[in-house]
Structures are given as C-alpha cells and as structure tokens.
C-alpha cells in the first residue's frame, strides 16, 4: 500500500466526524463532536483527535466537553501518540482500545458478486433489520437505547460527499445483508462500515456480495482508496485480509461510562 495511504484515511476520518455531528468544538489537536439527539451513542459524542500535548491535557479536555454526558469517549487517530498516552488513561480508569485501519486499492480486483445483489437500499427499510439484529447484539439493553442507536444511522448522511446504505434483499424484499458506504470524490477515498448480516442468513455469501458492489461502486465513483476499521483480536479481519484488505495503522480508543 502507498505511504501516503494513512495520512488521507485520517483526514478522512476527521472530515466524516466533524460533518456528521450536530456540533463541532475545536480543541487542540482535534475537535469535539457532539449530537443531542444520540446522546447514548459514544460515536456521535467524543472527542477525535490526531496529536496529544500531553495525556493529563487530554484528560481535563475530556473532562471539559464531554462532562455532561454520562460517557467519555476518546479517538486519537495518531498511533505512537495514543500509545504514548495509554498508561495514563487506564490508570484513569479509561477502557483502552485499538482498531486496525484495513486498506484495499480500489483500482485492484474485487471479490465477484454472487447470488442476489447487493444495491442501495432507504432507511426505512434498512432500519427493521438493523433494529432487529441490534436487540439480538444487545439483549439486556433499553429499548430507547436500541432505538437511538438504530436510528444514529441517518446523521452519516452528512459524512461525507455521497453516502450510500448497502442491502441484500431476500426472497420477500427483507433487507438480510448491509452495510454503510463512504464515498469522497474529491479526495479519491472511500469507506465501508457497519458490514452485517442478518444472524437467519449466514454463510451465504451475501457479505461478500454487499463488500465486492461496495468496492465496484468506489471505483466507479473515481476512488483509488477503499479502507475499513476493524477489531484486530475479532474474526472479521482475516476475513477482509482473505478478501485483499493490508493493515496500514492502528488508531487508539479510550472509554469510560
């Protein structure tokens, strides 16, 4: 993968942050990002930031924009920067996190799409099957709690220049496979988040199918970059390494609720 592969996914990445939220603050090093409306959501309310002056800094910062909400969320996209600061969050009593940045060159071969396709689908009907498998995820959850982060969905249509929900539709028209798609035609970068499929329909190659019209899509909108965001101790990593995704970098999230 090029060098300059990593630079742009973080510019990327901030880019999406600060255009999906409801309100932006400024800090050093990055910006706060907030929404009311999903108040429960730890992605639509943290602070996302690309250099650390200093770890107790970011803590009273953190303190400071996030103090009236019951969570506090950190993303620093720099890795050396969060692993510098990471003994100092846990012994604060933050979760500490990692997430590995997964590219794919767009212009390279995609996986070939198979079975039923793979198309863009509205929220209205992306949303029963998202709300679905979110109450199966989290069972003990509130339903306000589900609901709100079901519906946190339709803020990413602000992220970026062309935002596009994904499905994979059965037999009866149910969305049963889906993902969000990034696009920046400007910057040449795409992204693919949230990959699911429904638990009844697994291990029918309806993943595969949504992520391969994902990647003809990014390219045919002019992207050379297509990346993602995943656990690096969870499954689904071998399973984009298998399907031509590299590891570029490693971004560090810090929690405490």
């Not at 009236?68 to 950190?74: A, G, K, Q, S, W």
């Not at 509130?142 to 609901?147: M, N, T, W």
């Not at 035609?185 to 795409?190: L, P």
């Amino acid at each position: 993968m090029p060098a300059e592969f990593l630079p742009r996914i973080t510019d990327f990445l901030l880019s999406f942050a600060r255009r999906q939220a409801d309100e932006v603050r400024e800090v050093p090093g990055g910006v706060a990002v907030l929404d009311r409306r999903y108040a429960a959501s730890y992605d639509n309310n943290r602070l996302v930031v690309t250099r650390v002056l200093d770890p107790a800094g970011l803590l009273s910062l953190s303190e400071a924009v996030l103090g009236h909400l019951p969570h506090r969320r950190i993303t620093v996209l720099d890795d050396a920067a969060g692993t510098a600061c990471a003994p100092a969050m846990e012994a604060a009593g933050y979760r500490h996190d990692t997430e590995v940045v997964m590219a794919h060159s767009a212009a390279g071969p995609a996986p070939a799409p198979g079975g039923p396709p793979a198309r863009p689908v509205p929220l209205e009907d992306l949303r029963p099957a998202a709300l679905r498998q979110l109450r199966a995820w989290m069972p003990d959850a509130d339903g306000s709690v589900v609901r709100a982060l079901t519906d946190r969905r339709a803020a990413r249509l602000r992220g970026a220049g062309l935002v596009e929900f994904l499905g994979v539709r059965d037999e009866d028209g149910t969305v049963v496979s889906w993902a969000d798609l990034y696009l920046d035609r400007a910057g040449g970068t795409a992204q693919i988040e949230e990959l699911v499929t429904a638990d009844p329909h697994t291990r029918r190659g309806h993943a595969d199918t949504v992520l391969a019209t994902a990647l003809h899509r990014a390219r045919s909108a002019g992207c050379d970059l297509f990346f993602l965001l995943a656990d690096p101790g969870d499954w689904p990593r071998t399973w984009y390494a298998r399907r031509g995704f590299t590891p570029v970098g490693t971004l560090h999230v810090f929690t405490r609720a």
